[in-house]
């Protein structure tokens, strides 16, 4: 089975980090979170789930999830913001994926969004 590093960047993401990180367990074999200097309880949420924990003054997004890339060690990365969850069904499709002989080097995964209270599927091309 192929391993996977998750990456995540943060900046007080207390309210949505343990959900995040608790729907890719048994998914990810290695979690790298790049943080801006949290000052509520990101980091203490991110070392109870074992995460590799590096913290960088954020320049811009790009970067942080560059850097961030940069220090996973898997082969295979998936890169989750703070207040996304990964479903099962998805989880177990990546799993999938990965493991097939006939797998690709990279994958789009479609978004739905909840905003306002009304879900939207988004689909980037």
């Given at each position: ?27 990810v ?30 320049e ?47 994958y ?18």
């Open positions: 089975m192929q391993d996977i590093s998750l990456i995540i960047i943060t900046h007080n993401s207390g309210s949505t980090l343990e959900s995040c990180l608790k729907s890719v367990k048994g998914l074999s290695e979690i790298v979170l790049v943080d801006d200097y949290s000052t509520d309880r990101t980091l203490e949420i991110a070392r109870a789930h074992q995460a590799k924990v590096i913290s960088k003054k954020l811009s997004c790009a970067r942080q999830k560059q850097f961030a890339l940069e220090q996973a060690g898997q082969e295979w990365v998936f890169l989750l913001d703070s207040d996304e969850v990964c479903p099962p069904e998805l989880a177990r499709e990546i799993k999938k994926k990965i493991n097939d002989e006939n797998s690709r080097s990279a789009r995964i479609p978004r739905k969004n909840i905003y306002l209270g009304i879900l939207l599927t988004i689909y980037i091309f």
